[in-house]
């Protein structure tokens, strides 16, 4: 009998030539919401309409590129299904595996919109913001942080001045994936930091335009203009590739997710960010990862905000694998965030409160949650992997991204030794919260 798994999830994989009609990564089509999708591994003498006339529902993705050496990983397609498969169907593909699960609104963006600058609306004034003022990057004037004066005791726990100093391509070269609501595209702030928009990709929506969409104050309006603007507070020479697979109340699809990160890796992402996360564990967004570690592509993501003993995916299956970290939250003290989720999967934290970065409609905001700590390690990652850039010389390309995240894990500051983090022993962490300084002397020697 085939395996059915309420649960399980979809391999997404780059589509023959064998079906022109499916949408691939480089053309995806208007993304219908499916309420479950349908993995089948393929037999021979399946073809895209024999299998469509058996399952119903609408074909995603056809990947046969494994099927003649045998790698059931790349010889399979999903289906989008709005209607229960019948048993009769199932008893007819009984000697292939059929994994069913739900799909829609199975991911969510967490965060919550906690102040704004002054109390008020803030608009983007002019040369005051030196760090996108007249296309030059200025970060630290001084000794002081010029651009968010709001954020400077977060910068200071993470050691972000010296890091700058000791990475000072700051993240040139470097493609920073931001997987989310979308961005505001105009906002002055991402003048000139966005990469091509050949690579950017509304899921959501289905078009080449990921902005932001609903009303100031509500729900996830902001959420990933605030990831992608503290991404480039930390690592201000790297590009960011908006991307969108959430709507603005913050939920969005399985299919979508992994779509999305596919597209990443396809268009070039070094770094992907997902500030988002699920309650249930997703095969097809971690064979998704898969295929960008295998790329030696870097994935990031937030661990939740439920304060439970347990992380949301796909955080919780990144310690077991190279390329990826889950990442809590922590205050400026140090101690757990009363809302991060905590477990002895979580790899790293760092400072998830307060976090002041671009809103919508030119505003500045702060937000807090794990969704706004993600976006701190992949600006360190981004750091790290432009000075490796910059020697790529005695490094082989394929190893740039290698062990960049178990460094960043291992080189983080204990913060077990604080009273308020005793009960959560083993569960903030390797070591417990990020430290740019460890992290960039822990590579240097490469």
């Not at 630290?140 to 001045?161: A, C, D, T, V, Y």
């Not at 100031?216 to 503290?230: E, K, L, P, Q, S």
């Not at 005793?422 to 919260?433: I, N, V």
Request: proline share 5%; hydrophobic share 40%.
């Amino acid at each position: 009998m085939p395996k059915f798994a309420a649960l399980s999830l979809l391999t997404l994989g780059l589509l023959s030539a064998c079906s022109g009609t499916v949408p691939t990564a480089a053309a995806p089509a208007v993304q219908e919401r499916f309420a479950s999708a349908a993995l089948v591994s393929l037999k021979p003498g399946d073809t895209p309409k024999s299998l469509t006339k058996a399952m119903g529902g609408k074909l995603l993705t056809w990947d046969d590129a494994g099927c003649s050496e045998g790698d059931a990983e790349s010889c399979t397609a999903v289906l989008g299904l709005n209607q229960p498969v019948g048993a009769l169907t199932l008893r007819a593909l009984a000697d292939q595996t059929v994994d069913i699960e739900p799909n829609k609104d199975m991911f969510s963006g967490g965060g919550i919109l906690t102040a704004t600058m002054g109390g008020k609306i803030s608009m983007w004034s002019g040369g005051k913001i030196s760090m996108w003022s007249g296309g030059k990057i200025s970060m630290w004037s001084g000794g002081e942080f010029s651009l968010l004066p709001e954020n400077s005791k977060l910068w200071q726990k993470i050691r972000l001045e010296q890091a700058q100093r000791m990475a000072p391509r700051l993240g040139e070269g470097v493609t920073v994936a931001v997987i989310d609501t979308g961005l505001d595209l105009q906002h002055p702030a991402f003048n000139g930091t966005l990469a091509d928009p050949s690579t950017w990709y509304d899921f959501f929506a289905g078009d080449a335009m990921p902005q932001e969409e609903g009303t100031f104050g509500a729900d996830a309006y902001g959420h990933g203009t605030n990831v992608a603007g503290i991404v480039l507070q930390v690592a201000p020479a790297a590009k960011i590739m908006p991307i969108r697979v959430l709507g603005s109340d913050g939920s969005g699809d399985v299919i979508m997710v992994a779509q999305a990160i596919q597209w990443a890796v396809e268009h070039g992402a070094n770094v992907i960010n997902l500030s988002l996360g699920s309650t249930e564990s997703s095969k097809i967004v971690q064979k998704a990862i898969k295929k960008a570690s295998d790329r030696q592509v870097l994935v990031v993501s937030s661990a939740g905000n439920s304060n439970l003993n347990k992380i949301t995916y796909p955080a919780a299956q990144a310690s077991r694998k190279d390329y990826t970290l889950g990442v809590g939250s922590v205050d400026l003290n140090d101690v757990k965030s009363t809302f991060s989720n905590y477990s002895g999967d979580l790899e790293l934290v760092a400072p998830g409160e307060q976090v002041y970065a671009p809103a919508p409609d030119g505003r500045m905001a702060a937000w807090s949650g794990t969704s706004m700590a993600a976006p701190m390690v992949s600006g360190g990652l981004a750091l790290g992997l432009g000075q490796r850039l910059a020697a790529r010389t005695p490094i082989k390309d394929k190893d740039l991204a290698k062990d960049l995240t178990k460094a960043m894990a291992e080189s983080a500051a204990d913060i077990y030794e604080i009273s308020g983090n005793k009960p959560f022993k083993d569960k903030l962490g390797k070591k417990g919260r990020m430290d740019l300084v460890n992290f960039l002397s822990n590579i240097s020697g490469d």
